[in-house]
């Protein structure tokens, strides 16, 4: 299976729900609301043999932190990359972990360092931030480094 057809059937399926973008035969990028990333997830195990979770990015836009989770098929060069985009100033979207225990640790980064909340993850505490730092978040374009250095007690030099 490649790309494009992929992307049609998914637009037969979920119509609007799901913005597909075939880039290549290889890479097919998938736009969700948050509360399509289940039915497309399930339906996407259910349809496509050798589907698997690789890992997941985020990153701080301006309308929203958005989420990609990249699905690699085994034995083929396909990957599939759902995309979520939650809006500020509270980015919620659903738990990929809820339904594929290896994306736990990733979401619990992404949590710490663009303040996405992932509804439903099975182990929300910190990863990557101690529980006494801050309630900032590092990678969002409104940290203010010097602000932050100052509430740890840096100096703004270093």
Known sequence: MDAEVLSRQ????????????????????????????????????ENVPGLRFGTSTAMDLREGVGV????????????????????KPDPRIPSLAVKVPAAAWIEREMTDLVGVVF????EPHRLVKAEA?????????????AKFKEEIGESPEF
């Open 10 to 45: 998914l637009t037969e399926k979920f119509g609007d729900d799901a913005s597909c973008v075939a880039r290549s035969v290889k890479r097919l990028y998938v736009a969700l609301k948050p509360d399509g990333l289940y039915p497309v997830f399930d339906w996407l195990q």
């Open 119 to 122: 509804d439903g993850h099975p």
């Open 68 to 87: 990609w989770h990249h699905l690699p098929v085994n034995k083929t060069p396909l990957v599939i990359t759902l995309k979520v985009v939650a809006p």
């Open 133 to 145: 730092f801050p309630d900032t978040f590092p990678l969002r374009r409104d940290f203010d480094v």
